[in-house]
């Protein structure tokens, strides 16, 4: 899956026109977080939508208070904040975090594994 990821952030970055300096510096972006994004979860119900029943039970017994951050792959990324990846892919300061506005499997599961551990 992480090539899948690192794949898709470099067709992404390929398909955009770029300087060199502007290239390197978002590789260096998106290397720093080892390819992954920032996803801002506003709302537990997005996670608790895609969760079975023991997920919701970790979820609603670890105390979370919203709003929390999960680092997911830009595929994932893209598809639960409504961005394209070559958007995220470009990387920057503001550009290496996104806010959710759908859930999924596999942002939940992504979710409950960094935020109980």
Known sequence: MRKMTMMAAAIAMAATP????ALAQNRNVLNQQGGLVNVNVT??????????NNEIEILNNANIAVPVTVQAP??????VCGVAV???????PSR???????GSEALTDLAIRQLTN
């Open 96 to 102: 290496n975090s996104c806010t959710a506005e759908q």
């Open 43 to 52: 709302n537990l119900d997005l996670l608790r939508n895609f969760a079975n």
């Open 74 to 79: 830009i595929n994932i990324a893209a598809q």
């Open 86 to 92: 070559n958007v995220l892919a470009k990387g920057g």
């Open 18 to 21: 770029l300087s060199g300096a």
